[in-house]
Structures are given as structure tokens and as C-alpha cells.
């Protein structure tokens, strides 16, 4: 689930932010790769989950990189 909330024009302490991140968690996905002369030599997904383990309890389960790959990559024709 993807929950957007919008921010009026008003200063944003560093404090507030890392509140807000901890509080619902955040997943960041990112690919990097290396070639040389249009040749791929290096392939690297990156998969990060930021959170504090209070929220990460209440969920209660985190899925396994294969369950999210079954559950959500796969059926949009990733993979």
C-alpha cells in the first residue's frame, strides 16, 4: 500500500523527517550497472528497508525478497 501525504510550504526539520521515516518505514529499490563498451560486466539490485523494529514488529512480517518477487514483480512481467 502507498500512502502519499502532501506537505504544505513549510520548514521541514531533519528531525520530522526521520520521525515520519521511522514511523511508516521506507523501501528504497535501485539497479546499477557497469558495462564497458556496451557490454554489461556488473548487475547490482539494491534493496533497502528502512524502518524502526517498533513499526517492523507491528507489521509483523516483512516478506523475504522471494515472496515479494512472487507476490509482486512477477505478476507485473518482471523477472
Known amino acids: 500500500m502507498v500512502q502519499t501525504e502532501t506537505l504544505q510550504n513549510r520548514d521541514v526539520s531533519l ?9 511508516k518505514g521506507v523501501v528504497l529499490k535501485g539497479d546499477i550497472t557497469i558495462s564497458i563498451a556496451d557490454v554489461d ?12 523494529v517498533e ?8 516478506p523475504s525478497v522471494e515472496e515479494y518477487e512472487q507476490k509482486y514483480v512477477r505478476r507485473q512481467g518482471g523477472l
Open 15 to 23: 528531525v520530522e523527517i526521520l520521525d515520519a521515516v521511522l514511523d
Open 41 to 52: 560486466l556488473v548487475h547490482l539490485d539494491l534493496r533497502i528497508l528502512l524502518s524502526s
Open 55 to 62: 513499526t517492523l514488529m507491528e507489521a509483523k512480517k516483512t
